[in-house]
Every structure is written in C-alpha cells, then in structure tokens.
C-alpha cells in the first residue's frame, strides 16, 4: 500500500488464511470437551459443546440437547461457524479470479461480521445457561477451558478480518497500482 509496505502481490493471500485459521479454531471448539469443568469436592464435571460428564463412581454423560438452551447455544454457534466456512471459501475465490476481486469483498467482510454475532450469541447463551443448570454450591470452581477459548478466538478473528474485509476496497487504486506514489524526500 505504501513504498516499502505492504506489497498487495505478496501478501494477497494473508485474509484468506487467516480466515482459514479462524475456521480450523472452529472446528476445534466445536470437537473439543474442554468447554467447562467444574470441581465440587465428591465430583467433577466436564463438559463439551454437546454433553456434560460427571465423575462421581464413574463417568456419567449427559447430553445437553435435551434442554432448549442447549440445542440453541449449539446452533448459534454452528450456524456461525458454517458462514465462517463460506467466507473462507468467497475470499479463496475472490482473490483466485483477478477480475471479482473488489466486487464482493466487502460483502465477505459483511458476512465475518454476521459469523461472529452468530458465534457470539452461542459462547454467551452456554455459559449463562450452563452455570444456572448446574447450580454450583458453595466451593465450587467453575473454570471455562481451551476449548471455549477457542470459540472465543474463532468470534474475536471474524470481527477483524469483518473490518479488514470492509476497509480493503477503500484502497483499490493504490493496491492495484493506478496511484502515482509519493516519495519522501531525503532530509
């Protein structure tokens, strides 16, 4: 964008990997179990996206869409994973062909922006809804883990990659080269 900056050429495929990155996140908050663990003193709990386990004489799993705010934390979050998806798959295509390049970006960046509302909805409605379920006692260490974590990135990641995709074409003639550049001169 500037002399000596960032060169559009080199650097092209940094959002799309880096969507691609927030994708592969995704997918590990949605295969992890490290979204919620809880220690009581006869038990512990843990628990994924998709089920609760108590260890008490053994492990004993509970799935959690059995309850509305389970089925709909897990939807949020999927259906903003799955825009994270189709985002990832837009921006390889809009910056494979030349001639699409700055036609659809920006609605790339729109969609982040969506993916992440979607995802945020989900990491919000669990933990809430998680800790009234359990109703903790006194003593008892709720701690949210790797995994929830890793949602977390996935959302954070579309919210900037949504700005960078939305503020890419403001700089189209500089990127592609139609601006005459400015030199400093030597002082």
């Known amino acids: 964008m500037v002399k000596y900056g960032l060169d559009y050429t080199r650097c092209r495929w940094i959002l799309p990997l880096l969507l691609g990155l927030a994708m592969i996140f995704g997918i590990i908050a949605l295969a992890g179990w490290g979204w ?22 053994g492990w004993a799993c509970r799935s ?18 799955v825009i994270v998806v ?12 030349p001639t699409l390049r700055f036609n659809f970006i ?15 909805m989900g990491l919000v ?15 008892t260490v709720m701690q949210f883990d790797w995994s929830y974590g890793f949602g977390w990135t996935m959302c954070i990641m579309a919210i900037g990659l949504g700005f ?17 550049p400015y030199y400093y001169p030597d002082i």
Not at 64 to 81: D, E, I, N, P, S
Not at 128 to 138: C, E, R
């Open 36 to 57: 919620m663990t809880s220690q009581t003193f006869p038990a512990t709990r843990r628990a994924s996206l998709w089920n609760i386990c108590f260890l008490e004489e």
């Open 64 to 81: 959690l869409m059995t309850f509305a705010w389970g089925r709909g934390a897990a939807a949020t979050f999927m259906v903003g994973f």
């Open 86 to 97: 189709i985002c990832f798959a837009l921006s390889i295509i809009a910056f494979a062909i």
């Open 106 to 120: 920006r609605g790339i960046g729109g969609l982040c922006f969506v993916a992440a509302v979607f995802s945020l």
């Open 125 to 139: 409605i669990y933990p809430v809804m998680m800790t009234k379920y359990l109703s903790p006692p006194l003593g």
């Open 164 to 180: 960078f995709f939305c503020c890419l074409p403001l700089y189209e003639d500089h990127i592609l080269g139609n601006v005459k």
